[in-house]
């Protein structure tokens, strides 16, 4: 059965978790559409995906890898996007894919 916590923005259907990102506050990055982010328990630790790319974080708690996952995200968009002349072929791709769903500019909120 699938249910929605609407005061954690997450989804559950069984022991995954499934999130919209809509906005990373604190970072200077806009969303342009949310990402979704897949959360699963493994090996006593939450490990959260981002669906669209092979982007990955863990943490103790759902929360916990979501907002890591939020940290990773933005790190690697503003690293990828200052070395775009040497990047590999999955830096280059996952750049491409996070371009599309994101912004460098100031957010709404912090």
């Known amino acids: 059965m699938d249910a929605r916590t609407p005061q954690s923005g997450f989804w559950a ?3 995954v978790l ?3 990102l809509t906005v ?3 970072y200077s990055l806009r969303v342009l559409r949310p990402l979704l982010a897949v959360v ?4 006593g630790v939450y490990l959260a995906s981002l669906v669209v790319t092979d982007i990955s974080a863990s943490g103790e708690s759902s929360a916990a890898a979501v907002d890591n996952l939020k940290d990773i995200i933005v790190a690697k968009f503003h690293l990828f996007s200052q070395k775009k002349n040497i990047l590999g072929e999955r830096p280059e791709r996952q750049l491409r894919t996070l371009q599309r769903f ?3 500019g100031l957010t709404a909120s912090k």
Not at 40 to 43: G, K, L, Q, S
């Open 18 to 20: 499934f999130t919209a």
């Open 102 to 104: 994101l912004r460098a």
């Open 24 to 26: 990373l506050p604190g």
């Open 40 to 43: 699963r328990p493994t090996n």
């Open 13 to 15: 259907h069984n022991t």
